[in-house]
């Protein structure tokens, strides 16, 4: 299991901490260090069976200074995401072939 993970995140905490309650082992990406690669996105949107701007955090201030209004396409969201990995929502799950946004952190329930 995997978890899309940015620690100031009090809902992205909380879905670890139902992760590590139930003993399973998980990758910890803090993807804010390390933004995600353009096939990386590409792959987690498959297994969310997402389009990109349906995981796109439009209550950021980058999304409403830059983006607020735009119609770009899913491949300049995927560029935007990986300019700006803020933009994208957390926390995300992932497990095997299937992954899952962890809003509310209860979601996550459904792969323990």
Request: charged share 35%; proline share 6%.
């Amino acid at each position: 299991m995997k978890i899309y993970h940015n620690p100031r995140c009090s809902k992205s905490r909380q879905t670890l901490q139902l992760i590590k309650d139930a003993n399973v082992e998980v990758e910890i990406i803090e993807y804010l260090k390390k933004a995600p690669t353009y096939e990386e996105i590409k792959l987690l949107l498959m297994k969310l069976h997402l389009k990109p701007i349906d995981i796109i955090r439009k209550g950021e201030d980058v999304y409403k200074e830059k983006f607020k209004n735009s119609n770009f396409n899913d491949d300049e969201w995927i560029k935007i995401m990986m300019e700006y990995p803020t933009l994208i929502e957390r926390p995300i799950v992932v497990k095997d072939n299937k992954a899952i946004v962890c809003r509310p952190p209860e979601n996550v329930m459904v792969f323990l």
